[in-house]
């Protein structure tokens, strides 16, 4: 919406402000006029008129702009006095309305006893909550993760927890409501350090929260401070608060509607306040601002010296509140200007361009200068939005992720904009889980979605295959794979800003921890070949830059818990990319004895071409496609588990089965069924079972076949024996049956295992296996050492070396990390047998090197770095990351990261690639600033193919607020882009906006704006949709507006305006000059109350073509009512005051209607 310069007034000021304004002495009423108060008299004198009863001015107090205006006096001073006793002590109490987002959080401090810690529970809702818990999770049990220990704690409060001895372990904060819904936060580290800057129980508004289902409809109250002395005490609401050091604090609760004695009390040396503020939770609460413009004209000197009727417009509006009963109802619609028969056309459609120049202040005037923010509540990528909401249901239109739930299958990923909408049961399962709901979603995307899976590296720096990657739009996991069915054994979403960041238009992904590129060990030794493979997937939108994209996607999920275990589901999905079509629908069944024990279902048919899939095993330098299957599929997977605890036995352990059928043409998001494999069947079972306190036993089998005749099948038992608290052993066999292209045959091999614990975090080991019965594969005689040194802040290191018949292996890997949050971190990888898919291995593998780390080297510097080095055989790829963030004050910040990447192949061809981001920050009272560059460059060539192109591209924002009347904005965009165009399209772009406001506070009779904007764009942009692009152009614009009210009545307005710069068709075209100056004097005259008439001369100056056209423009308009506003007018002139209006059809009677709310 555009943005005008008005006053906002609640409703109370409003009507004060009425009222002020209607007491007016009129002539006559002075202390000597002549009073008449017969009957019949016209207008009835004021002394004459009926009195009201008088207010008894006890017990209410009314002030307008914190001046008495009626009252009790001795309520006004009581007011005072908080008022003055909170601005000494530096302390506020404020409303927040009734939209503030819940929070939980989780904070850790060591205890006063050794691997002691008190874990400490942080929420801003304990009203909406009746109890809390801790819940240790040990990571590193058979089975799996789980629950061994479960600590009340009041919300708010904290609990001490000894550590265990031996073991890795999580803490998970749940928070219960009293019907048993409960939220919980992420999982946490035993022991892990705060993060940097933070300060033991000092309540600093973080949410961890992974799972959130208790509803919170209510108002939201902040009390903070400042200025709190050394070893004072603070208490709010009843509860003790801990400054920081700086004698800060803010505390946040969100309380349910009704009435509020805030009571806040600071004691301490030279301090002792405690106050008391009212504060009334309102049952709703909303906010409304809305206007419609339409304009009816009749051109009477059209291009074609004929008449020509007109009709355009534009609706535009927002809305945001609660009712009280629950709903939360949120839109906003911009249907921006246009003929009027299109208004309401296509109002569903995406479209960036009209979004960006919705938003977008440079459309306008960059400042109007009163400091105004955009707040974005209505996430849309097209013209409108729309959420209505109540508890955990709602119904919405605007950009969603496209989330079906848990079906094995049946999942999308993909952020699109369109209609989406869900419903569940408020009574919940003793899982935590709605016992019913039910998802739809529909979209038109204009974008692909793109799918690459990158093979850890041991780093964390993964370059994604795209460039420009569109906002927000991304998902990122991790899986565990098996590395020969390709088999999902594990999958867990990454949280943004947690997990990782991502840098949109270099399109590169920084994850927070180093990603190795295997899991699980062998028999005994976890240096062999065969390892289970460690893959980052992202799925991401991307606009193609060659390619127009006309899509569809859809889908719907619906499951209901029947009794108290078990549940149906039914999910189903449609993805028309314009390019290929898929649909995928499937259904399933759970019946959940526990959380840890199971029996599922999953069934799904597939129909069309899925997405393919992009693969990378150096980090994301080059990938191949993994080309998604075509045609029609089936799939069926059967899954149980239980844990022997809940089938009553006594042993500790789980055992779990699996079999899956899958048909050639089946097609999901992890699994393509393609005529290379033909169908495929899956089985396999395992079991981790602690036989006696002493003994574990560990069994697992593997079976894979498919159509083509290729099989894999591999069993694996081990038994491990503690001899006492120092030595133990393993006993392990393996049997592998294999028959594929590549191998036949089959292998029985055995091993053993002596460890040696030097004490609780440190270990020893030696490992020694050796092939008793062999046809056709390869024997894999092996020994090896291992040792695994310290947990826990300092110093780890985790390391084994091994050789044997079919190659060296070896894995090492040190870390460090303190409580400050740094780490250090190298490593070394070498793994017998390594396969990369699609290349070839020329020479010898010698492995693969990390090292890095984030330090912080005082307190304004923090460094970032790594480097990765693989060298499988002649293919060589290097990829090298360094960042510094150096933020010498709280105002000013910078941060300068370098990223590079090479991929040689020796005697054939090589590939360059490097990226640099620079980033600045400044913030002052009167000044804020931030800027950033960045920079990227490939040169070379991949199989076979060259890459060649180069992009810099650079942003500025700068305001500057000159005084409390005065303020200036700056802001540049520029893009430079040359080469193969695979990420932009080639070409320079420049956008530059100046603006400056004088908006007086004490005295407004004058105002003034003004704007210069310098636009190159010699890219162009593309005309309805098609591919061809549009005229590019060379241009600057300046305007100053002004007004100066004389009087009550008259106001004279001025604006001056150039336009200077050439244009062309297309890129390549000669630039033709067009440069124009339009000058406007206007004066208001405001008649009555509901009536102003306006006059305007103009004149336009088109000094290429050395023409002056000048002319009038009167009108009159008419208030009805405080809503809606009536114009009519003539322009006698041919132009408009628009400088981009070319056509000179303007003359002609118009009339105007404004509505506005």
């Not at 009340?152 to 073991?167: C, K, L």
């Not at 241009?1035 to 009210?1045: G, K, M, Q």
């Not at 390549?1068 to 000059?1073: E, R, V």
Request: include cysteine.
């Amino acid at each position: 919406m555009g943005r005008a310069m008005t006053t906002a007034l609640t409703p109370r000021r409003t009507l004060l402000a009425l009222l002020a304004a209607t007491a007016i002495s009129h002539p006559g009423q002075g202390a000597l006029a002549q009073q008449s108060c017969a009957p019949g008299t016209v207008p009835v004198p004021g002394d004459c008129a009926p009195k009201a009863p008088a207010l008894s001015g006890t017990g209410f107090s009314i002030t307008l702009n914190g001046a008495p205006v009626a009252g009790d006096a001795r309520v006004v001073e009581a007011v005072r006095k908080v008022d003055i006793a909170l601005a000494r002590a530096d302390l506020r109490v404020s409303f927040d309305g009734l939209g503030v987002q819940p929070r939980l959080d989780l904070e850790q401090v060591p205890g006063d006893a050794p691997d002691t810690y008190l874990l400490g529970s942080a929420l801003n809702y304990p009203d909406y909550v009746t109890r809390g818990e801790m819940r240790i999770v040990q990571l590193d049990g058979l089975g799996g993760p789980r629950v061994i220990a479960t600590l009340p704690v009041n919300p708010g409060g904290q609990v001490s927890y000894a550590a265990p001895d031996t073991g890795e372990y999580a803490v998970i904060h749940r928070v219960y409501d009293t019907q048993g819904r409960f939220d919980e936060t992420l999982p946490q580290p035993l022991g892990a350090a705060l993060p940097p800057g933070s300060a033991a129980g000092v309540e600093e508004g973080r949410d961890t929260v992974a799972r959130r289902a208790i509803p919170v409809f209510g108002g939201a109250v902040t009390v903070s401070g400042a200025n709190v002395l050394p070893g004072s005490r603070v208490q709010v609401m009843g509860q003790t608060v801990r400054p920081d050091a700086s004698g800060r604090f803010v505390v946040q609760r969100i309380l349910p509607q009704g009435g509020y004695d805030i009571e806040v009390a600071v004691t301490g040396p030279g301090q002792r306040t405690s106050l008391v503020r009212d504060v009334e939770i309102p049952a709703s609460d909303w906010f409304a601002v809305g206007t419609a413009d339409v304009t009816l004209g009749l051109r009477t000197d059209g291009r074609d010296d004929t008449s020509d009727s007109y009709a355009t417009g534009r609706i535009a509006g927002f809305i945001n509140g609660r009712t009280a009963t629950g709903y939360e109802v949120t839109a906003s619609v911009d249907t921006g200007e246009g003929p009027l028969e299109d208004l309401l056309r296509d109002l569903d459609e995406k479209d960036p361009r009209q979004l960006l120049l919705r938003v977008d202040p440079d459309d306008y005037y960059p400042t109007f200068g009163d400091d105004a923010e955009i707040l974005d509540l209505t996430p849309t990528s097209g013209k409108i939005y729309a959420r209505i909401a109540r508890e955990n249901n709602f119904a919405q239109f605007g950009d969603f992720v496209a989330d079906l739930g848990d079906n094995a299958f049946v999942r999308n990923d993909r952020t699109l904009y369109g209609g989406q909408a869900h419903v569940e049961t408020r009574v919940q399962t003793v899982f935590g889980t709605p016992q019913g709901r039910a998802t739809v979603h529909a979209a038109q995307p204009d974008s692909i979605p793109v799918r690459e899976a990158l093979t850890g590296t041991g780093g964390s720096i993964y370059f994604l295959a795209n460039q420009d990657v569109l906002r927000g739009t991304e998902q990122l996991f991790v899986q565990v794979r098996d590395p020969q069915s390709g088999r999902v054994i594990d999958s867990r979403a990454l949280t943004p800003g947690v997990d990782y960041d991502i840098n949109y238009i270099q399109g590169l992904v920084t994850l927070s921890q180093p990603l190795l590129s295997s899991a699980g060990d062998g028999i005994v030794g976890s240096t062999g070949p065969r390892r289970n493979r460690v893959v980052l997937v992202a799925q991401y939108e991307y606009v193609p830059v060659l390619d127009d994209i006309d899509g569809f996607a859809s889908g719907a999920r619906v499951e209901r818990w029947v009794g108290s275990g078990l549940r149906l589901g039914l999910s189903g999905t449609r993805d028309d990319t314009g390019l290929r079509d898929h649909t995928l629908v499937g259904g399933d069944l759970l019946f959940a004895l526990t959380e840890r024990s199971y029996l599922r279902l999953d069934a799904a048919q597939s129909e069309g071409q899925g997405i393919d899939t992009l693969l990378s095993f150096d980090g994301g330098l080059s990938s191949e496609t993994e080309a998604a299957a075509t045609g029609e599929g089936s799939a069926l997977r059967i899954e149980g588990r239980a844990d022997l605890a809940d089938l009553g036995l006594s042993q500790e352990g789980t055992v779990t089965a699996y079999a899956e059928q899958r048909q050639q043409g089946f097609s999901s998001l992890d699994t393509q069924v393609t005529a290379f494999t033909g169908d495929e069947d899956l089985f396999g079972l395992a079991a981790d079972v602690q036989l006696t306190d002493a003994t574990a036993l560990r069994l697992s089998y593997d079976s894979y076949r498919n159509g083509a005749g290729d099989s894999d099948i591999e069993g694996v038992a081990s038994l491990t024996t503690a001899l006492n608290d120092r030595f133990s052993y393993t006993l392990g066999a393996e049997r592998i049956d294999r028959d594929d292209a590549g191998e036949q045959g089959s292998r029985t091999d055995v091993a053993a295992r002596l460890t040696y614990a030097l004490d609780d975090a440190r270990q020893v080991y030696v490992f020694g296996q050796t092939t008793v019965d062999s046809a056709g594969l390869d024997d894999n005689d092996r020994v090896g050492a291992g040792l695994t040194l310290g947990s826990g802040p300092g110093w780890a290191f985790e390391g084994e070396v091994s050789d044997g018949s079919l190659g060296a292996g070896a894995k090492a890997y040190a870390v460090y990390t303190d409580d400050a949050g740094d780490t250090q971190y190298i490593g070394y990888t070498l793994e017998p047998g390594r396969e990369l898919d699609g290349l070839d291995l020329t020479g010898d593998d010698n492995g693969r090197f990390v090292v890095g780390g984030r330090r912080t080297l005082s307190e304004t510097v923090s460094v970032f770095g790594e480097n990765t080095y693989d060298m499988f055989g002649e293919r060589t790829s290097l990829i090298s990351a360094y960042g510094v963030t150096y933020a010498p004050t709280q105002s000013f910040s910078t941060t300068l990261a370098f990223e590079t990447g090479q991929i040689a192949v020796e005697d054939l061809e090589t590939l360059d690639r490097q990226a640099v981001s620079l980033g600045l920050s400044y913030a002052t009272d009167a000044v804020s600033a931030k800027g950033r560059l960045e920079y990227r460059t490939e040169d070379g060539a991949e199989d076979g193919s060259l890459r060649d192109s180069e992009t810099v591209a650079a942003t500025v924002d700068l305001t500057y607020k000159i005084d409390e009347t005065q303020r200036i904005l700056f802001s540049a965009d520029a893009l430079q882009s040359s080469g193969d165009e695979t990420g932009f399209r080639n070409g320079d772009y420049a956008d530059v906006s100046i603006g400056y406001a004088l908006r007086p506070i004490t005295n407004d009779r004058f105002n003034m704006l003004a704007r210069y904007r310098y636009l190159d764009d010699q890219i162009g942009q593309r005309l309805d949709g098609e591919d061809a692009l549009g005229p590019v152009q060379r241009s600057h614009v300046a305007s100053i507006d002004a007004s100066y009210d004389v009087d009550r009545h008259w106001t004279l307005s001025g604006k001056l305006g150039y336009r200077g710069g050439e244009f062309a068709p297309q890129e390549g075209a000669a630039f033709s000059p067009n440069d124009a100056m339009l000058a406007v004097i206007g004066a208001r005259y405001h008649l009555v109350d509901d009536w102003d008439l306006l006059a305007e001369a103009r004149r336009l100056d088109l000094i290429t073509a050395d023409v002056t056209r000048t002319g009038v423009l009167v009108a009159a308009f008419k208030q009805l009512g405080g809503n809606l506003q009536v114009g009519a007018g003539f322009n006698f002139s041919t132009f408009s005051d628009d400088l981009t209006d070319l056509t000179y059809d303007d003359r002609g009677v118009f009339l105007n209607l404004v509505a506005k709310y």
